[in-house]
């Protein structure tokens, strides 16, 4: 498991490979939705103030820390227009 320092550094650069690409498309943040699987792609695209919607592993559908998610699913098969659209 990477050090706290090393795990804060790979999500900053996650998040700032998310913005950069949102730039370069033109498309405000606000209205983008991140399809995640992980704490950290969740964490990600909450900074980069996205919508986040999480499809956990099983094994870590109980993680606290994806109480940050906007939507939290156990499938995609779950996966609504109302999770899209907020």
Do not use: H, W
């Amino acid at each position: 498991m990477p050090s706290p320092r090393l795990k804060t550094a790979l999500q900053q650069a996650a998040s700032a490979s998310i913005s950069r690409l949102r730039s370069k498309l033109g498309v405000d943040p606000l209205t983008c939705v991140a399809l995640e699987d992980s704490v950290n792609g969740m964490i990600a695209s909450k900074a980069a103030r996205m919508r986040s919607i999480v499809v956990p592993a099983p094994e870590a559908q109980n993680d606290p820390r994806f109480v940050l998610a906007n939507v939290k699913l156990s499938s995609l098969t779950e996966l609504t227009a109302k999770d899209l659209l907020g």
